[in-house]
Structure formats: C-alpha cells, structure tokens
C-alpha cells in the first residue's frame, strides 16, 4: 500500500485491535491526555523511543492512522515488511542522511497523514530520553504542519531494552499539542529544537521516584549484561553475568540485587551505583581511559557472529565468522577469508534490536548478528567509537 493511501477504519481496526489486545494484556496502559481527539490530518506526531511497541502505544489511541518512519532493519524481515507497507510506512536509514525518507514526508503530508516520527532515532538503554537529531526541527518546520508531543512514561521499567521479559507496571501516554503549523515556521530552527527537547526529556527513574509504582516480574536482571559491560568493583571488562534478579561479576564476584524500582540494591560489597545510567556514565569514562589496554579488551571483544554485506544494493549472507577486535581494525575471521576493517572507516555504526549491529565501510552496508544472546553489542558500539575519536 502507497503512503497516500490511508487505511480505511476497518482495515486499521483489523489490524490493531489485535494489537491492542496484547498491549493492554501485556502492559498496564493508561492515556492521561489526548489532544489528536478531533484533530484533522496532516499533523506530526514526535514521541520518545522506549520499547518496541511505541508506535502501536501511539496509535492504539489516535483516530487517524499514522503514517511512521520506521528503521531501515525492520524492513528485512518479511512479514514485517508488508505490515510496515501495508501501514505506509517510510523507512529511514539509522544515523544517515536519507533524501528519499524526507520525500515520502512531502508525500505523507500531501496526502492529508499523520505523521509519526522518534527524534532520539534509536531506543534508550537507560530509560533516558537520548538526545534528539538536529535534523528533525529542520524537518517538522518545512512541513509546516501542527506537531503533536506523545510521550511514554514507564515504558523502559516496563521493559528495558536490554530484557527479554516484561514487567508488570503502569506505562502512561500523552498526547500533547505543541505546535499548531504556523507558529514553528516563525521560530528558529535552534528554538524548535530545543522545545522538543524540553517537550520529550524523560527520566524514568525520575518519574517513579515521584510516583513510586513498581514493575515486578521474573528474571529482572536477566540480560543486564548486554548493556553494561564493565565492573566498577575490580573495573574488569566482559565479566558480568545476570542471574535472576542479580548482576555478578565474575572476576571478583561483586554483585547487585535488581529492584522492582529499577534501582540496585547492595548484596556484598557496598553499592557502587544504584541507577544504570549512572553505572554507564563511570563505564563511559572508564572506556576513555582504557581502550588502549588490548590485554583488558582481548577476551572481552571477541564474539561469534553472522555477517550479511551489501553486493549490488542487496545485503547478502556471507556466513559464520569469528569477530576481533585489535585496537585499530576490526577483525572478522570467516571460513574461506579475512576481512580487516579499519575502524577510522567504519561509518554510521548503530544497534538494531539488542543484538545486531549495522555500519558502513566503503560504501557498502554490513550487518553483524551476535550468535551469544548475553553478548554485549553496545559494548562493542562504544569501544568503536571511542577508538575512533582517539584515532581522528
């Protein structure tokens, strides 16, 4: 289905109302303000990015099918792929420029849509909202259309990014008008940017510390370890392991109890940090200062992968591979060859999902997919681009 063909009522009621149902089975959704009610297209809906649901959050509850950009990843999958088109959506290529994204804008616009868009473009890890990409004031100005601020409280304690199970606690959605058209083409672009700034700033902790709701469930530490890579204990890298509701270090057996808060609590040693975001920020600094120590990250940057690369526009398996990493290149041992990537090359690097990483390298589109689930891919993300920095 093409972007100026909106869903008939029925045909967007067949496909949420199931959808729907999960949601609301699945997450303890409450909508504490909607301003689309009545509302007539074409207007832009800019929301944060917490989970994977986010546009089905959002358009569960406005009347108008919304027209959204979506990744460029999650056209590959092929049942996606007709949902997605089918929905009209307009697919964006992560972190690079895309000329044919704004097009179908213009097209969407045109034919009186609503428009979905997540500024931050990629999902939070720490329940953050990540800083918006400039370019989207410049976008939502030249379309010249009212904009409209949805934003997801709970989402990332309901189901952080780097967990594999849902927690059971309340997720809010507003829908607030910002903008009505013409007033953000008077203003500029610095000024528009910064009141989707202030519009879409979200601190989930902040926000249950205020409330103080819970999200219990199983497994709460489950997986920790693919976003935090790095003990503050003993400051060994790639020895975190999450069991139940508990992250260990297996180096020097520092461990942490995971709340139903989303807080640490102290288990044996005393508390280093007791919110993720603030552990990411000291292993953030820690990375800066030792990325040159080849001996520490030896171990720790080495992980089965599947490496597909573009040939002739289409990505292709190019099969198992073994993927190192020895300061200045990047390594990928295949059965029949070796591929030696230089990381002051690699452009446009960014995580799909939790697992999956996608980048360019002379042009040509690579997408790695970590065969061990408990890998840490933003791991690998930050080394990347802190080497870089320290190679430019």
């Keep these: 289905m093409s972007i100026e063909?909106?869903?008939s009522d029925f045909e967007k009621n067949l496909l949420l109302t199931p959808i729907r149902a999960y949601i609301e089975a699945t997450y303890n959704v409450e909508v504490?303000?909607?301003d689309t009610i009545g509302m007539k297209?074409?207007?832009?809906?800019?929301?944060?990015?917490?989970?994977?649901?986010?546009?089905?959050?959002?358009?569960?509850?406005?009347?108008?099918?919304?027209?959204?950009?979506?990744?460029?990843?999650a056209f590959r999958n092929p049942i996606m792929k007709r949902v997605l088109d089918y929905a009209g959506a307009i697919s964006k290529t992560k972190s690079r420029a895309d000329s044919s994204t704004v097009r179908g804008l213009v097209?969407?616009?045109?034919?009186?849509?609503?428009?979905?868009?997540?500024?931050?473009?990629?999902?939070?890890?720490?329940?953050?909202?990540?800083p918006l990409v400039y370019t989207t004031a410049k976008l939502v100005q030249s379309l010249n259309v009212p904009i409209v601020v949805a934003k997801i409280r709970g989402g990332y304690l309901s189901h952080p990014r780097w967990a594999t199970s849902v927690r059971k606690g309340k997720v809010t959605v507003s829908l607030e008008r910002l903008f009505d058209g013409q007033d953000v083409k008077a203003l500029s672009t610095d000024a528009v940017h910064e009141a989707l700034t202030d519009a879409l700033t979200l601190d989930d902790f902040a926000w249950q510390r205020e409330t103080g709701l819970t999200y219990p469930g199983k497994e709460l530490a489950h997986h920790l370890e693919r976003y935090l890579f790095a003990c503050p204990h003993c400051e060994t890298v790639g020895k975190l392991h999450s069991h139940d509701d508990r992250l260990t270090c297996q180096a020097c057996n520092y461990e942490v109890r995971y709340t139903v808060e989303g807080l640490f609590a102290q288990v044996n040693e005393p508390l280093h940090f007791t919110r993720i975001d603030d552990w990411n920020a000291w292993q953030q600094q820690f990375l800066q200062r030792a990325a040159n120590d080849r001996q520490l990250f030896r171990d720790a940057l080495c992980d089965d992968v599947t490496l597909l690369q573009e040939v002739d526009g289409q990505l292709m398996k190019q099969g198992k591979a073994s993927m190192?990493?020895?300061?200045?290149?990047?390594?990928?041992?295949?059965?029949?060859?070796?591929?030696?990537?230089?990381?002051?090359?690699?452009?446009?690097i960014s995580i799909h999902k939790h697992h999956k990483i996608d980048f360019y390298y002379d042009g040509a589109l690579y997408h790695v997919k970590f065969t061990n689930k408990r890998a840490s891919v933003y791991m690998w993300y930050s080394y990347v681009n802190v080497m870089q920095n320290k190679i430019i």
């Design 5 to 7: 063909r909106r869903l």
């Design 324 to 348: 190192t990493c020895d300061g200045n290149e990047l390594i990928l041992q295949l059965a029949d060859r070796e591929l030696r990537l230089a990381l002051a090359n690699i452009q446009n």
């Design 41 to 73: 297209p074409p207007y832009i809906i800019v929301g944060n990015h917490v989970t994977n649901w986010d546009p089905f959050f959002i358009n569960c509850y406005v009347e108008e099918p919304i027209c959204f950009v979506a990744a460029a990843p």
């Design 107 to 130: 097209r969407a616009k045109k034919a009186n849509r609503v428009i979905g868009l997540f500024p931050e473009g990629n999902r939070t890890w720490n329940g953050r909202t990540e």
């Design 32 to 34: 504490v303000r909607n």
